[in-house]
């Protein structure tokens, strides 16, 4: 039984995890569509749901919120603002969706 154990751990320290899901979510932003295992997959779904629905609201603290999230980098930020809410403006869930085998 798993007691007291909430999230996915994925083999790795929580510093080394955080950087992976920032990284991923970054990768995700800039091109797309990314290529990982369906663990790592599922485990930055829940992060992207909560940045995208803290960036529609279009605020300022959305905006530092979105920007602590991805760990202060500004480019990412911009293009999260820029390009991906406005490409879904009436979804107010489920942004990634996830497919293959991988």
Do not use: W, Y
């Not at 991923?24 to 932003?29: G, N, S, V």
């Not at 369906?38 to 609201?57: G, L, N, Y």
């Not at 999230?69 to 293009?79: A, F, K, M």
Request: no cysteine; charged share 25%; glycine share 4%.
């Amino acid at each position: 039984m798993r007691k007291m154990v909430f999230g996915r751990h994925l083999s790795r320290s929580r510093k080394s995890r955080i950087a992976l899901f920032r990284s991923l979510i970054r990768a995700l932003t800039i091109s797309g569509k990314i290529v990982t295992t369906r663990a790592k997959a599922k485990a930055i779904i829940p992060q992207i749901d909560k940045i995208v629905t803290a960036a529609k609201k279009n605020s300022l603290s959305a905006r530092r919120r979105v920007l602590a999230s991805l760990g202060n980098d500004r480019s990412t930020t911009d293009l999260i603002f820029l390009k991906v809410v406005p490409a879904l403006p009436n979804r107010t869930s489920g942004f990634k969706s996830s497919n293959g085998e991988a």
